[in-house]
T-cell receptor, first 109, second 114 residues
């Protein structure tokens, strides 16, 4: 089955850019998603990219997709303390999503 | 537009007791999902409904877990009897259905089995 890997932890200072990386194994995935989970909350959809795209920008968020290397990244510009959360990469296939274990982003003032 | 609604938000029970979780999806969303999220892990699919039909329940432990989606709207997930290892967050999500399968999640039910 699909395997999705993420680094577990990232620490940045407020105002810096954050880059969260994800690798996956199934090249037939059609959509790739980024979700944000704050403590005690469900998953909030941040953005997604279709597999025929290389890049998608949405305000402070930039998603880059390298299909050859099966690598997905999420860049958050001007990171704020309110961005501190766990970020999940999710890859679609056969109407299901496979999630990574999540990357905990800690933003310090 | 209201999001996915789940209740209860928290539940504490003793092992061997039954427990049920309820989910109301976003209006107009035909596909409903139940996920299990263990501590420090990503969500894992338990069951997927398209309207009232369970189209993927391969990961649902059927000896103790059951689910239903009567009338193709609200859904209930039940565990009977609960075990200590069932302590986790149970997430419900919904999507419009093919071709738009973007999933929107509810806040989850946090279950603690003592």
């Amino acid at each position: 089955g699909e395997d999705v890997e993420q680094s577990l932890f990232l620490s940045v200072r407020e105002g810096d850019s954050s880059v969260i990386n994800c690798t996956y194994t199934d090249s037939s995935s059609t959509y790739l998603y980024w979700y944000k989970q704050e403590p005690g909350a469900g998953l909030q959809l941040l953005t997604y990219i279709f597999s025929n795209m290389d890049m998608k920008q949405d305000q402070r968020l930039t998603v880059l997709l390298n299909k050859k290397d099966k690598h997905l990244s999420l860049r958050i510009a001007d990171t704020q303390t309110g961005d501190s959360a766990i970020y999940f990469c999710a890859v679609s296939g056969y109407s299901t999503l496979t999630f990574g274990k999540g990357t905990m982003l800690l933003v310090s003032p | 537009e209201a999001g996915v609604v789940q209740s209860p938000r928290y539940k504490i029970i003793e092992k061997k007791q039954p427990v049920a979780f309820w989910c109301n999806p976003i209006s107009g969303h035909n596909t409903l999902y139940w996920y299990l999220q263990n501590l420090g892990q990503g969500p894992e699919l338990l069951i997927r409904y398209e309207n009232e039909e369970a189209v993927d329940d391969s990961q649902l432990p059927k000896d103790r877990f059951s689910a239903e989606r009567l009338k193709g709207v609200d859904s209930t997930l039940k565990i009977q009897p609960a075990e200590l290892g069932d302590s986790a967050v149970y997430l419900c999500a919904s999507s419009r259905g093919s071709p738009d399968e973007t999933q929107y999640f509810g806040p989850g039910t946090r279950l603690l089995v003592l």
